[in-house]
Nanobody, 121 residues
Framework: QVRLVESGGGTVQAGGSLKLSCSVS???????WGWFRQAPGKEREGVAG???????AYADSVRGRFTISQENGGKTSFLQMDNLQVEDTAVYYC????????????????WGQGTQVTVSS
């Protein structure tokens, strides 16, 4: 059974940084790592995508501030978030797809449990 486990959320002041982690357990061959977020009262939106060749994609709102990466043979993904702003406050979800293109907001096969990121002014 495939399971994604996230860690690293928290509260930070505007301008600060946080790093989210997501690890996959269970046997699978993944194609895409992605990160999504959902702010209160808003729909879930894609933030970043990463393919197994190292190609990345970012939402316009986070490009230049967020960095998606992977290690451990692709079994762990990270989202480094710098220069955080109040509008980045949301529950962040990691996600994984077994096939397809790794664009921002790709349809995942698996989701993490979500972790809260709160940015204060």
């Amino acid at each position: 059974q495939v399971r994604l486990v996230e860690s690293g959320g928290g509260t930070v002041q505007a301008g600060g940084s946080l790093k989210l982690s997501c690890s996959v357990s269970g046997s699978t061959h993944l194609m895409c790592w992605g990160w999504f977020r959902q702010a209160p009262g808003k729909e879930r939106e894609g933030v970043a995508g990463l393919d197994q060749g190292g190609g990345t994609a970012y939402a316009d709102s986070v490009r230049g501030r967020f960095t998606i990466s992977q290690e451990n043979g692709g079994k762990t993904s990270f989202l480094q978030m710098d220069n955080l702003q109040v509008e980045d406050t949301a529950v962040y979800y990691c996600a994984m797809a077994l096939r397809g293109s790794c664009y921002v907001g790709f349809p995942p096969d698996y989701w993490g449990q979500g972790t809260q990121v709160t940015v204060s002014s």
